[in-house]
């Protein structure tokens, strides 16, 4: 299975900290976050990863380069100024990403999550997601989102409902059919196809209870920044 790295959206909440470097590239507890997702996908076994990029993108790549000090080869999708969205730039490195189930992580999230066994885990059809859907990884909802964005039924991903709900950890398995309907270079939410999958019964989760945050400020930035160096 490969895997893919969001990394191309602007960083808007963590300006002036992304003026200047790309949001993947801020330092929390003493490596860029980007390098931490590279890590843990080089332990659960992954090889192959694409990153998408736009907003500084060619520091990425001279940060980074082929992937080889981390036993990975890493090769890039970028974008145009201002970016595809989520699913847009899913649509556009799908040719890079081969036929089956890929792995997609947020460059700005931080989880504990064992990558490999959850890329490995499957629904109840056996497969690593329902074919054109995906498989989310689902957490408990900070205090930053307490709506949450969706519910489980079991292995299924329901519409947000009552007060069990939970948030998507931007960390799931997609099939690339889920993807299918999505023009390369158009920029497109993934929240629209997830409504979809919900609908077709195709959307899959499971609920990690450890460790995530959305570094999305300063703020959170520092606190994860601070966890990480005394841990």
């Not at 885990?121 to 949450?148: D, F, I, M, Q, Y």
């Not at 009552?162 to 299918?180: D, H, K, N, W």
Request: overall charge negative.
């Amino acid at each position: 299975m490969q895997a893919m790295i969001l990394a191309a959206g602007r960083g808007e909440r963590m300006r002036p900290l992304t003026d200047h470097t790309p949001k993947p590239l801020l330092p929390v507890g003493g490596k860029p976050l980007i390098v931490w997702h590279l890590e843990k996908l080089a332990a659960a076994g992954f090889r192959e990863v694409v990153i998408n990029h736009a907003h500084l993108g060619e520091k990425i790549e001279a940060a980074l380069g082929d992937g080889s000090k981390w036993g990975l080869t890493i090769t890039y999708s970028p974008e145009p100024q201002g970016a595809l969205e989520t699913a847009g730039g899913i649509a556009l490195a799908l040719p890079q990403l081969g036929d089956g189930p890929f792995l997609v992580v947020n460059g700005d999230v931080f989880c504990d999550v064992d990558l490999g066994q959850f890329s490995r885990s499957t629904v109840n059809n056996g497969e690593k997601c329902p074919p054109g859907g995906a498989r989310l990884l689902l957490v408990a909802n900070p205090a930053h989102h307490t709506a949450g964005d969706f519910s489980l039924d079991g292995d299924r991903v329901v519409a947000a409902s009552g007060e069990q709900t939970l948030t998507y950890a931007g960390i799931g398995v997609f099939s690339p059919g889920m993807f299918a309907a999505v023009a390369s270079g158009q920029p497109m939410k993934l929240r629209p196809l997830l409504d979809a999958a919900i609908a077709a019964g195709t959307l899959a989760g499971e609920h990690h209870a450890g460790r995530w945050v959305d570094v999305g400020t300063p703020q959170r930035l520092a606190e994860l920044d601070q966890e990480l160096r005394t841990a």
